[in-house]
């Protein structure tokens, strides 16, 4: 029997809700088919939103969507996706399959959609080929409520007041898509372009410097050397998992081997090492923690399915998916103090994706309903708790988070193993053990995944499975599975 000790009174950080964060570019069917079909679709909408991928996102509470990129940031003209849709430019998406962009979806349909579903916009401006007035007039065109040329403009084109506007990115991958820059040529333009983003009024930007790629330390020293807290209130960080680190072969989305699927977890756990070093390099420059870590893209990186666009980026999602996702939601929190953000790639038919669409057609990922179960630890405090460990090929079989909110303590557990099920006995300190309700996301077999056809194969269910004896929680939790449990 494995222990996990609570100590329910020990508070050690707040879990901003932003941590459960989504990213949506234009790449593939992620923006257009997923997430826009347009008004004159058959598929039902509401202004062009397809109404079934919008309620999903509802029910999950999305706390935070980044837009527009991703690489694709780095190539936005934000004029040619306003007024006039017949009139919008027509372009060529250049680094995602090389299709049209009819920019039919631009500032007013993202900005709309963030507040239909309150949800925080993140906008990702162009710092790599966009100029300095280009980003300023975009931030005084949303945020700005007064007269003058953007406001006006804006208003001419719908909208009358600005929306606001919190998180504002300056430039995606700036060491690669995004300009291929050296750290501190970056840091300059990253100076110069912040400084024309004005807070309008009562808006107040949070803005983003665009950190390292994974293992960069090279780049966040460099970085933070520049840049100060009073106009930088956080930076980024990409990590992707990636089988083996093999680029060229990253091993199909389902069809992989018990080895593939450990080392998978191994990969993904290398996160808490590159977040740990990168928060140690930040806090030799900023000792009082003033700048935040946001990971703005993670997730897993597989094969593009067989017979889909290479640059789509399209991939099915299976347990292996759900195991990976609670797995980082556990680093994240339990980094907390200073993981100000994290946001999942993508939201909606791209990489390890929460929805995936086909048509009419539209099913919830295991992944979807990690991020279901892990709803509970938003705005919460994470308290201290420790388990016992276990791993395997260098990968742990289990992870845990606790959090208080409200009068109630919520624990997700994650059983990470193949082949065993785990009894784990819990012991909380200053909270006591009297109504327990819990959840399970489990499966048969790693590979399962939902279809078009069959939906509803990985799905929530109620969890039995325990006792409350002594005071304590005793869990019987099946192999391949992750459970949250509410306790009162
Ligand atoms: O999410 C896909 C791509 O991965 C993004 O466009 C880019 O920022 C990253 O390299």
Redesign the pocket.
């Known amino acids: 029997m494995k222990q996990l000790f609570i100590d329910a009174g020990n508070k050690q950080s707040h879990i901003s809700k932003n941590i459960f964060g989504h ?1 949506s ?1 234009h ?1 593939g069917r992620c923006i257009y088919e997923g997430i826009y079909v347009g008004e004159n679709s058959k598929i039902p909408n509401k202004n062009g939103i397809r109404t079934d991928v919008f309620e999903a996102l509802k029910a999950l509470e999305v706390p935070v969507l980044r837009w527009p ?5 780095d190539t936005y003209h934000w004029m040619d996706g306003i007024g006039e849709k017949s009139q919008r430019k027509k372009l060529v998406n250049v ?2 399959g090389g299709v049209t962009e009819d920019n039919s979806f631009g500032t007013h349909e993202f900005m709309n959609l963030c507040e239909e579903l309150g949800c925080e916009p993140y906008v990702a401006g162009n710092l790599g080929s966009g100029t300095v007035q280009e980003m300023a007039q975009w931030v005084e065109y949303m945020t700005f409520g007064g007269i003058s040329p953007m406001a006006d403009l804006r208003r001419k084109n719908g909208r009358e007041k600005p929306w606001k506007l919190k998180y504002f990115g300056i430039g ?2 700036n060491w ?3 300009g291929n820059m050296r750290p501190q040529y970056y840091a300059d333009l990253y100076n110069q372009y912040q400084s024309f983003c004005r807070d309008y009024g009562d808006n107040q930007l949070f803005k983003v410097a665009c950190g390292p ?1 994974a293992m960069d330390y090279n780049w966040t020293d460099e970085l933070l050397k520049t840049v100060r807290p009073w106009h930088t209130k956080a930076i980024s960080l ?1 990590y ?1 998992t990636v089988p083996y680190g093999n680029w060229e072969h990253k091993g199909d989305a389902v069809d992989f081997t018990d080895e593939e699927y450990y080392e998978t977890l191994r990969a993904a756990m290398q996160m808490e090492e590159i977040v740990t070093r990168h928060l140690e390099i930040m806090s030799r420059h900023d000792p009082k923690h003033e700048i935040g870590l946001i990971v703005d ?1 993670w ?1 897993n ?1 597989f094969d593009v399915e067989k017979g889909t666009n290479p640059g789509f ?1 399209y991939q099915q999602n299976t347990m292996r998916d759900a195991v990976t996702a609670a797995l980082n939601l556990d680093i994240f929190i339990s980094h907390s103090d200073r993981i100000v953000m994290a946001n999942i ?2 939201v909606v038919n ?2 390890q994706s929460v929805i995936l669409t086909e048509g009419e057609r539209m099913t919830k990922t295991p992944t979807y309903h990690v991020f279901d179960l892990y709803r509970r630890h938003m705005e919460g405090d994470r308290v201290y708790s420790t388990c016992d460990s276990v791993s395997y090929e260098n990968a742990p079989m289990l992870s845990h988070s606790a959090s208080v909110k409200d009068g109630k303590l919520s624990l997700t557990v994650t059983n990470a193993s193949l082949t065993d099920a785990q009894e784990i006995e819990v012991s909380v300190k200053d909270f006591a053990v009297n109504k327990v309700k819990a959840e399970i996301l489990t499966a048969p077999d790693v590979r399962e995944h939902n279809t078009f056809d069959s939906p509803e194969t990985v799905k929530l269910a109620d969890f039995t499975d325990y006792e409350i004896s002594g005071g304590k929680l005793k869990i019987k939790l099946p192999k391949c599975s992750v459970a949250a449990f509410t306790i009162e």
């Open positions: 990213f570019e790449l990129g991703g690489c694709f940031a680094h995602w995606n991958e690669g898509c995004g790629n990409h992707y893209e997730g990186w980026l790639a993508q791209v990489l």
